[in-house]
């Protein structure tokens, strides 16, 4: 069976969680990171030496890093479906993986961090204001991206969706100015309609 060690509302966690959703495989979660701990253990540590969740075990295939393990799993059990079939679509899908983690991922960060996270004495409102204008410029471009289609690469569900639209969900969420982004919000409402996306991503931000 597939283990995965993580706590839900990470979103590392949940991209992974929402993929092993989508392809229905029967896993093992177990609580790890922050509150729950054990990812400073020296087992754990033998697993991912960067103390990180999430961290999967398929069939002793250890396995860190959650874009990778979105390749692995798409790759492994979905080639065609969640893993795009042309090299071409592959490389577009690996291209939207890496922008949700060079562009997206430092200004939602912080956003979420100083909302959700830091005690409201303590908040950064021009680290906050920064952070959230760049957060809307980058979903501004994603909107653009998105004209005249379904998803992020091709006319279904795949692998580039996936980081992305965990950032996205949390950036509708958070208490934001949220620019009308028409192709953005229609993508993201059909992201919004599917089981693992709801059970998986769509959770209270804590």
């Known amino acids: 069976m597939l283990r995965v060690w993580g706590r839900k509302n990470s979103i590392n966690v949940q991209k992974a969680m929402w993929c092993i959703g989508e392809l229905g495989l029967s896993h093992e979660r177990i609580d ?29 295939f250890i396995l860190w890093e959650s874009n990778s393990i979105l390749r692995y799993l798409a790759e492994t059990y979905d080639a065609g479906g969640l893993m795009p079939e042309s090299a071409k679509q592959r490389g577009l899908a690996s291209q939207w993986m890496d922008w949700a983690n060079s562009i997206l991922s430092g200004p939602m960060t912080t956003v979420f961090w100083q909302q959700i996270r830091t005690p409201p004495e303590q908040r950064d409102a021009a680290a906050t204001a920064k952070a959230a204008e760049a957060s809307a410029a980058a979903f501004g471009l994603l909107d653009a991206h998105l004209a005249g289609k379904q998803y992020m690469v091709g006319d279904r569900l795949t692998i580039a969706d996936i980081p992305v639209g965990a950032f996205a969900c949390r950036w509708y969420a958070l208490d934001l100015a949220h620019p009308d982004y028409p192709n953005l919000r229609a993508w993201y409402e059909r992201l919004a309609g599917r089981e693992a996306f709801k059970t998986h991503v769509m959770l209270p931000l804590t």
């Open 32 to 60: 790890a990171g922050r509150e729950f701990g054990q990812n400073r253990e020296d087992w754990f540590l033998q697993m991912n030496p960067n103390g990180l969740v999430p961290v999967i075990d398929d069939r002793g």
